[in-house]
């Protein structure tokens, strides 16, 4: 599950995209621009589906503006058609829209929930599921939900649950892997969002802290430095979710690669895990 935000100021459409994606993600409605930006910066947004005639006429500044803090989010327009509007819609895509909905023409539930598929494939949830190919798939499963279950603080039962196993079975098989037990893992994936949010770097540590529930910017700082050694800043010039990501999987003794800031020898792969 991630977090959707939305300018919809028609109650229908929002209706249909809640209809269309059910409790696959979190949907937070916007009532203006301002709102919208404020929302993204504070909560892990990936995904903003607007109007982009709100307030009445096409906003591209809003856009660029969006789009120039948060470069790494996706941008759906969903709006009606009428002729006078055909201009702005072959201008939305210049403009830094990501894909476009045509009120009732293409937002049947399952063209919207494809349309947000299609999105986040292209998204965090993507990488970290390439990155694990080759795991065992109750471990991936359980790595993908510390990542896009992040912002809900997972607790160890819960992910068992999710999983539909034993608690005792998740740490046991999550053990014979080589990665850490559940508690630590859930703390990887919000790592990994984490860094992900990083990569926009208009967004601060305490913003990204507040928004992933960390007690605190201190927290949040105290927590890089216990499992990656490394200061957000650095993390954001290292690349990001690519490195937390590789950083986990080398601590798991499944990189063939280690990174090149820390190469633990086998006493430290048992106490990481």
């Known amino acids: 599950m991630g977090v959707i935000a939305t300018l919809l100021p028609t109650t229908v459409h929002l209706q249909r995209l809640r209809t269309a994606i059910r409790d696959r993600h979190q ?23 607007v109007d982009l005639f709100t307030g009445g006429k096409a906003n591209f500044e809003r856009v ?32 830094g829209m990501d894909g476009l909905v045509i009120a009732d023409q ?9 349309l947000v598929e299609h999105a986040e494939a292209r998204s965090l949830g993507a990488v970290v599921r390439r990155s694990l190919a080759d795991i065992e798939p109750t471990i991936r499963d359980a790595v993908l939900l510390a990542v896009t279950r992040a912002h ?6 819960g992910l068992a649950r999710l999983l539909a196993l034993p608690r005792r079975t998740v740490s046991q098989r999550l053990a014979d892997a080589g990665f850490p037990p559940p508690q630590r893992l859930l703390t ?32 949040f700082r105290n927590t890089c430095q216990r499992y990656l050694h490394a200061t957000p800043k650095d993390i954001r010039a ?3 979710a690519a490195y937390v990501i590789r950083a986990m999987l080398n601590q798991a003794g499944n990189s063939p690669q280690q990174t090149p800031e820390r190469r633990p020898g086998k006493r430290a792969l048992a106490l990481a895990v």
């Not at 621009?33 to 990936?46: D, G, I, K, T």
């Not at 809900?152 to 039962?157: G, V, Y």
């Not at 790592?191 to 990204?208: C, G, P």
Request: one cysteine or more.
């Open 27 to 49: 949907v937070v409605a916007c009532d203006d621009w301002s709102e919208l930006l404020a929302v993204c910066e504070r909560q892990p947004v990936r995904l903003a589906v």
């Open 64 to 95: 660029r503006h969006l789009k120039q803090r948060l470069p790494r989010l996706t941008l759906i327009a969903y709006v009606a058609f009428s002729a006078d509007r055909a201009h702005d819609f072959f201008d939305a895509g210049r403009q």
């Open 106 to 114: 293409d937002d049947s539930p399952r063209a919207l929930l494809a």
């Open 152 to 157: 809900e603080r997972l607790s160890p039962e």
């Open 188 to 219: 990887w994936g919000r790592l990994i969002v984490a860094a992900h949010l990083l990569e926009d770097r208009h967004r601060s540590a305490d913003r990204i802290a507040t928004a992933l529930d960390f007690p605190s910017g201190s927290a």
């Open 238 to 240: 290292r690349g990001g």
